[in-house]
């Protein structure tokens, strides 16, 4: 994994601020787990009312919480004042997301000047132990001059 | 566009019927708005619960109603006794999910005997009009001996 | 599909030129059939060398042609005296690259002020027949001050 | 990464062999460096006629190459007697294949008994530094009854 060095000294705070302000991660019970410069951690726990016909985690809500942690693994590398917009993000769903939580990892792999590009995994947590549920690859834009709040 | 004959004479039955089994299209109000051979649209009124910070719908719902367009139009095409898995999606973020609700629409672009390949668009419809937001991509796969429910 | 303006009234010869001065597109025998704003076809020769071990076309080359179209597409919407980069693309196989050619046809779905996002088909021409053999995405980027050659 | 056993204890001869059968792997200079449960590298000298009007190495060889490399790490995971297909990959290019040679690694990131997920990344040797140039996700499919040859 490389290795990043923070365009803001703030970054985890306005990572923070930015993730509390989005009602549906709340919406659906997502919490921010961690954030360094150029990764950051999703957590979520089973609902009932998250799943699709067998019971198993919606396809869309794994890809929901494995591009907001792309996206702020992405947003943690972005000089202040700026915002981050997904452009675009692409998941293979490997496994059921089967377990008592989901864990999603996101991390930046090149971090350009426009634009960051970062891949990510989703695991479902079942008795303390994790399976692999998801990969998935997103492209990020920093828009500079764009506040994210 | 290509034509498709179904496989199973009920298919519209058969999609409707796993559409309403799946709690979260539930929780984020999501409706099933048609089903033919190969295409399905999904319509979804925007909420207040569905944003991200800037009060447009979160790219994660774009992605889940797209995904699920996507695959029951593959499902469509199923034989009966049979159900649908996404194997993959891709969708582009092309404009903010900004209006009175989004329309999702699924197409099969290419059924396989085991795999079958949609494309998707989403839209955001506001005062009437129709703006693209996004474009997609889905790799789903039929578990021919599983039944859906 | 879209109704595209051109910014570069030169844009047929600005694109001609460049996909003249790609040694790789010459190197596999591809050549372009049109451009037209938004929109341009790239056909191949089917050749021993292009092939892999099934005497199919290489999905790489299916990737290579296709990127290409989708390339041009969005060059032919840019401002003159800059150059387009692709930040990604994907493609689907959904069919063998049998016959005598390949048609690649690219097309963009939303044209933005530094992203252009485009989709893309490639066809198997055997017998005077099409058979869709991929279906592609592409992210393209808009470099304003950097001229293409 | 994790530890795959091979269902082949020939695997690496069966890959060898099949890269070696693919005319267009001879035909841009790509060589296989090496294959392991799960992992295959591919290394590409630059030549100019791999190139694009930039002298860099065009996109499309880069995707081919790492659609080759994952292919193969899933090959060397599947039973004998079988055949694997590309169902999809896609790429983003995050810097310019800028050097003396480029180096492809695929990994396998899950191996279904019908569809393998892999992961790959690209980087560009220049002056013995490796800049990341690619990252890349593919699907591939297994043929059980289908040799490769």
């Keep these: 994994m490389a290795n990043f060095e923070p365009r803001n000294p703030d970054f985890a705070a306005v990572v923070r601020s930015s993730f509390d302000s989005q009602p549906f991660m709340a919406h659906i019970g997502a919490s921010l787990v961690s954030v360094t410069p150029g990764a950051c951690e999703i957590s979520l726990d089973h ?26 693994a992405a947003f943690s590398l972005a000089v202040p004042g700026s915002s981050v917009l997904t452009v675009e993000y692409k998941l293979n769903l490997v496994a059921p997301g089967d377990g008592d939580r989901l864990i999603a990892r996101g991390e930046v792999a090149r971090a350009g000047r426009t634009l960051i590009v970062s891949r990510g995994e989703v695991f479902a947590v079942k008795n303390g132990e994790e399976t692999l549920c998801a990969v998935a690859t997103q492209t990020a834009m920093i828009l500079a001059d764009r506040p994210d709040s």
């Design 47 to 72: 609902r009932p009312e998250l799943t699709q016909q067998h019971g198993f985690v919606h396809g869309g809500v794994v890809g929901a919480i494995i591009d907001s942690a792309m996206g702020y």
